[in-house]
T-cell receptor
Framework: KAGVTQTPRYLIKTRGQQVTLSCSPI?????VSWYQQTPGQGLQFLFE???????NKGNFPGRFSGRQFSNSRSEMNVSTLELGDSALYLC?????????????FGPGTRLTVL | AQSVSQHNHHVILSEAASLELGCNYS??????LFWYVQYPGQHLQLLLK??????LVKGIKGFEAEFIKSKFSFNLRKPSVQWSDTAEYFC?????????FGTGTRLKVLA
C-alpha cells in the first residue's frame, strides 16, 4: 500500500504571498490531519478533516485553512505568508477520526518564507 | 488546557545502555497516548499506543511504555539501545478534539 504523499516537497515563497500544499492519504483512509513542525515549537496540530468536514482545529490564525475532497485528498492553504510560517508541514492520515486511530505521516513539505 | 511534557530534550547513551524517556500529560479529558519516532531523514512512525487495559504496552523494535495514572506519566523504555535507535522521540496525546505532541527528545546512541 502506498504511504501518505505530500506535494510539493519544498517551497520557497516571499512574505505576503499565499501557498497551497497538497496531501494524498493512504488508500481507504478518510481522515487527514495537518501539523506544523518547527525547531522552537515542535509539532503543532493545525486541523483535521474527515469526510470533507473539518472535525478538529488547533490554535492557528485564520490565515491557515484547509479542505478535503471527496476522494479524501486534502489541501492546506496559508494566506499572507509571514516569516514565522517557515516550517515543515506534515500531513497524517488515518482510517477514522478521533483519539484512538493511528495516524500515518507523510514526508512533509518544507516551506521557506523569505 | 491539555498538555504533554517531555523533560529530556537531549539524551546521549552508549550502546547496550538502558533507556527511559519521560512523558507527562495534564489532568483531565480522554487520555489516549502514543509514542512516535522520527529517524533521521524518515517519516514519523508509531512505536506504541495506549488507550486502556494493561498499563504496560509493548511496541515495535523492543520498546515498551508504562502508563502510570497516579503520576500522569507514560514513559518510554528500552532495556538495551542500539546505534540504530538514534532518532527523535515524540510523546503524543489525543482526545476527542485535540492532538497534542510533546516537544520531542533527541536520542543519540554512541557506537
Amino acid at each position: 500500500k502506498a504511504g501518505v504523499t505530500q506535494t510539493p516537497r519544498y517551497l520557497i515563497k516571499t512574505r505576503g504571498q499565499q501557498v497551497t500544499l497538497s496531501c494524498s492519504p493512504i488508500s481507504g483512509h478518510r481522515s487527514v490531519s495537518w501539523y506544523q513542525q518547527t525547531p522552537g515549537q515542535g509539532l503543532q496540530f493545525l486541523f483535521e478533516y474527515f469526510s470533507e468536514t473539518q472535525r478538529n482545529k488547533g490554535n492557528f490564525p485564520g490565515r491557515f485553512s484547509g479542505r478535503q475532497f471527496s476522494n479524501s485528498r486534502s489541501e492546506m492553504n496559508v494566506s499572507t505568508l509571514e516569516l514565522g510560517d517557515s516550517a515543515l508541514y506534515l500531513c497524517a492520515s488515518s482510517v477514522g477520526h478521533g483519539g484512538t486511530d493511528t495516524q500515518y505521516f507523510g514526508p512533509g513539505t518544507r516551506l521557506t518564507v523569505l | 488546557a491539555q498538555s504533554v511534557s517531555q523533560h529530556n530534550h537531549h539524551v546521549i547513551l552508549s550502546e547496550a545502555a538502558s533507556l527511559e524517556l519521560g512523558c507527562n500529560y495534564s489532568y483531565g479529558g480522554t487520555v489516549n497516548l502514543f509514542w512516535y519516532v522520527q529517524y533521521p531523514g524518515q517519516h514519523l512512525q508509531l512505536l506504541l499506543k495506549y488507550f486502556s487495559g494493561d498499563p504496560l504496552v509493548k511496541g515495535i523494535k523492543g520498546f515498551e511504555a508504562e502508563f502510570i495514572k497516579s503520576k500522569f506519566s507514560f514513559n518510554l523504555r528500552k532495556p538495551s539501545v542500539q546505534w540504530s535507535d538514534t532518532a527523535e522521540y515524540f510523546c503524543r496525546r489525543s482526545g476527542t478534539y485535540k492532538y497534542i505532541f510533546g516537544t520531542g527528545t533527541r536520542l543519540k546512541v554512541l557506537a
